[in-house]
């Protein structure tokens, strides 16, 4: 099975510390996602590993740096 992804890359900074957000598109391929865009959070000692999906690589950055600063994202 082949699945073709194209990355797109987002620099947020949350307070002062800056995070570069790496977001997947699912271009063609059998993978299930929930939206087209994909940005794997990993874990860290104070949180779980995250995935967060998206309309947009926008809305997915969007998200992701709500997430970072530690609010709920609204997926």
């Avoid at 271009?27 to 087209?36: F, K, L, M, P, T």
Wanted: net charge positive; hydrophobic share 40%; glycine share 8%.
């Amino acid at each position: 099975m082949c699945v073709v992804l194209k990355e797109h890359r987002y620099v947020v900074h949350v307070g002062t510390v800056k995070h570069v957000l790496r977001i997947e598109e699912l271009v063609s391929g059998r993978a299930v996602w929930r939206d087209r865009f994909r940005l794997l959070i990993p874990a860290n000692p104070n949180s779980q590993a995250e995935t967060i999906y998206g309309v947009s690589a926008e809305q997915a950055a969007k998200l992701g740096a709500d997430f970072l600063g530690g609010r709920k994202p609204k997926n």
